[in-house]
Each structure stands twice: as structure tokens, then as C-alpha cells.
């Protein structure tokens, strides 16, 4: 089946920098990927919609200078989280659209766990 | 490791006729589970989660779900199906880490 990598699995930092997470469709296109964020307990909410070779749609509320995305490719969407505080740390998940004969379908990475010192 | 597991790739119904949408989980520890969906050209839309408390939880549009400990079952029902559920599916499932785990999904198609 088709998979989504996401890197890294763990990642704890300093206030004040600035962390890089990846998420690759491995073996399928995807013009669309879509970015996560969950508290514990709480539902996931979307951050954001990544186009391939455009500008992310940002969901209400969710500041673009802080997070910011790039879907260079039709593989690979990055979220870097700026000047990264702890009020960030959270579990951040990817998913990518895979649009085939069936109809498309959603494929989810294995989620990042943010931790924010 | 945790897993979540929707066993069928497609559930087919007719309008007006209850539905499920199984989902069957392995968690250490007590779990958080969820319901998503997802309709074309969208992310995903919250449905409903159990935390703890009652095991039947009631969520938006009509749907509810059973947590069954014994089984490790958390199905998503539905007492009348309409055409305008047919979308895709996803349950999830937290640990006490706070790692999310999703199933593979499950596509609904209500027939008229």
C-alpha cells in the first residue's frame, strides 16, 4: 500500500530555534498535502494545505510566518516551525492525497512529536 | 507498537438503512480514539473521540460510536445512512505518549 514517511518521529529543541519536518509520499504524486497539529486529548486540527509548486492555504488562525510550508516537489512537503516556543510543542502529522481510479484517498505520516525546552 | 486496523476498504448501503464502519485498535495503556472524515478535496473534518466516561459516544451528524474494551473495538454507526455520508472514513488512535495512529480507512458509498 501507498506510504507516507514523515522525519523525524521525535524532536526536542531550544526556544528560539527552528525545526524542519519532512513528509514524503513514497511511492505515489501528491499535489496535495495537509498539515496537522494535535494536543493531547484534543482532536487534530489543520494547520494547513500544501499545493505542489504553489502557496500553502493557511487555516484561521494559524500564523504563515511561523509555520512555514514548502511543497517543492510532488513527493515532499517540509513544515518549519520558526523560533520555535514552548507553547508549540505538540504532536504535528502529515497526510498526503492520493487521486486515483477509485476515487482519492489519504495517507497519513507517523506524526512528529514536538518538544519545545 | 500501537495499530489501528479498518478491516474493510469499502462499505456499501442503502439510504435510510443503518450503517458501520468498524475499527479495531491496539494501544498499551488506556486509548484516546477518533473518528475523522473526509470528503473529496477536503482535509479531514472531526466526528467524534472517547477520552473516557460513557462508552457510547455521540458525535456530529448523526454518528456515534461504541468503545468495547473487551474487543478493542471503537465501530462508528450511524442509525440512517443518507447519500451525503458517502466519504472516506479514519479511525484513530493516541497513546499515552501522544503518538496518533490512523487506520487505513474506510470508503462509505450510500446508494439512493
Known amino acids: 500500500g501507498a506510504v507516507v514517511s514523515q522525519h523525524p518521529s521525535w524532536v526536542i529543541c531550544k526556544s528560539g530555534t527552528s525545526v524542519k519536518i519532512e513528509c514524503r509520499s513514497l511511492d505515489f504524486q501528491a499535489t496535495t498535502m495537509f498539515w496537522y497539529r494535535q494536543f493531547p486529548k484534543q482532536s487534530l486540527m489543520l494547520m494547513a494545505t500544501?499545493?505542489?509548486?504553489?502557496?500553502?492555504?493557511?487555516e484561521q488562525g494559524v500564523e504563515k510566518d511561523k509555520f512555514l510550508i514548502n511543497h517543492a516537489s510532488l513527493t515532499l512537503s517540509t513544515l518549519t516551525v520558526t523560533s520555535a516556543h514552548p507553547e508549540d510543542s505538540s504532536f504535528y502529522i502529515c497526510?498526503?492525497?492520493?487521486?486515483?481510479?477509485?476515487?482519492?484517498?489519504?495517507?497519513f505520516g507517523s506524526g512528529t512529536q514536538l518538544s519545545v525546552l | 507498537a500501537q495499530s489501528v486496523a479498518q478491516p474493510e476498504d469499502q462499505v456499501n448501503v442503502a439510504e435510510g438503512n443503518p450503517l458501520t464502519v468498524k475499527c479495531t485498535y491496539s494501544?498499551?495503556?488506556?486509548?484516546?480514539l477518533f473518528w475523522y472524515v473526509q470528503y473529496p478535496n477536503r482535509g479531514l473534518q472531526f466526528l467524534l473521540k472517547?477520552?473516557?466516561?460513557?462508552?457510547l459516544v455521540k458525535g456530529s451528524y448523526g454518528f456515534e460510536a461504541e468503545f468495547n474494551k473487551s474487543q478493542t473495538s471503537f465501530h462508528l454507526k450511524k442509525p440512517s445512512a443518507l447519500v451525503s455520508d458517502s466519504a472516506l472514513y479514519f479511525c484513530a488512535a493516541n497513546d499515552a505518549g501522544n503518538m496518533l495512529t490512523f487506520g487505513g480507512g474506510t470508503r462509505l458509498m450510500v446508494k439512493p
Open positions: 494501544v498499551s495503556g488506556n486509548p484516546y
Open positions: 497526510s498526503a492525497r492520493r487521486q486515483g481510479g477509485k476515487g482519492e484517498k489519504l495517507f
Open positions: 472517547y477520552i473516557t466516561g460513557d462508552n
Open positions: 500544501s499545493n505542489e509548486g504553489s502557496k500553502a492555504t493557511y
